[in-house]
C-alpha cells in the first residue's frame, strides 16, 4: 500500500536531549513537510522540502532541523534548543508541480513528550 | 499573508441532523481549499478541496463544501450527521504560489460532537 509512515507513535525526550522523528513516503512525492500540532492552535509548518537536498524553513523552524538525502525520507530532528517540544508531529507530502499539486498528504504522526 | 479562521471551537449536533461547519480565509487572490478531518491521536484525513471551476465540491463520507468568493467562506456541509463523524475537522489554505510547493495555512480546527 502506498502512504506515509511516521515513527515512532510515541517519543520521550529527555532534558538536553536531541530526538529524531522518522518520516517515510512511498508515493513517490517529491514534496514534504513537518507540522507541529498543540491542543487549540490547528498545524504549524516547522519546515518543507521541495527536493532532494534542500528545504525551507516554515513558521516555526527553531530549535528544529532537517535533513532530505532521499526522496522517500525526511527526518526531522527535535533539538534541545526546542525548550517545549510536547507535541502531536505531523509528516505530510505533495507532487511539487505547481499549484494545482498542492494536496497534501498526512501521515498517522507522532506524539512527543518530555520526561 | 494568508489565513483561516474557524469561528466554532465546538459543535455538537444531533445524530441524523445535518451539519455546517464555517470557514472563512483571508488571502489577495484566488485561494487553494481544503478541508481535513482528525480521529483522536491520528493524521488527518483528506475530505475534499476547491482549486477552480464548479464552487460546490463534492468530498469523501457524504460531506461537500461551496467556495464563497464574495464571503471569503468555504463551509463545510453535510446532510445528516453519523455517530462517526465525531472529529476534529480543519481547514486550510494554500497559495497560488508560482510553482512549487509550500505549507498549507490551517484553521485552529472544530470539534464536533454527536448525540444520540
Known amino acids: 500500500d502506498g502512504g506515509i509512515t511516521q515513527s515512532p507513535k510515541y517519543l520521550f525526550r529527555k532534558e538536553g536531549q536531541n530526538v529524531t522523528l522518522s518520516c517515510e513516503q512511498n508515493?513517490?512525492?517529491?514534496?514534504m513537510y513537518w507540522y507541529r500540532q498543540d491542543p487549540g492552535q490547528g498545524l504549524r509548518l516547522i519546515y518543507y522540502s521541495q527536493i532532494v537536498n534542500d528545504f525551507q524553513k516554515g513558521d516555526i523552524a527553531e530549535g528544529y532541523s532537517v535533513s532530505r538525502e532521499k526522496k522517500e525520507s525526511f527526518p526531522l530532528t527535535v533539538t534541545s534548543a526546542q525548550k517545549n517540544p510536547t507535541a502531536f508531529y505531523l509528516c505530510?507530502?505533495?507532487?511539487?508541480?505547481?499549484?494545482?499539486?498542492?494536496?497534501?498528504?498526512f501521515g498517522p504522526g507522532t506524539r512527543l513528550l518530555v520526561l | 499573508a494568508q489565513s483561516v479562521t474557524q469561528p466554532d471551537i465546538h459543535i455538537t449536533v444531533s445524530e441524523g441532523a445535518s451539519l455546517e461547519l464555517r470557514c472563512n480565509y483571508s488571502y489577495g487572490a484566488t485561494p487553494y481549499l481544503f478541508w481535513y478531518v482528525q480521529s483522536p491521536g491520528q493524521g488527518l484525513q483528506l475530505l475534499l478541496k476547491y482549486f477552480s471551476g464548479d464552487t460546490l465540491v463534492q468530498g469523501i463520507k457524504g460531506f461537500e463544501a461551496e467556495f464563497k468568493r464574495s464571503q471569503s467562506s468555504f463551509n463545510l456541509r453535510k446532510p445528516s450527521v453519523h455517530w462517526s463523524d465525531a472529529a476534529e475537522y480543519f481547514c486550510a489554505v494554500g497559495a497560488h504560489s508560482g510553482g512549487g510547493a509550500d505549507g498549507l495555512t490551517f484553521g485552529k480546527g472544530t470539534h464536533l460532537i454527536i448525540q444520540p
Open positions: 508515493l513517490n512525492h517529491d514534496a
Open positions: 505530510a507530502s505533495s507532487i511539487d508541480g505547481g499549484g494545482l499539486l498542492k494536496t497534501q498528504y
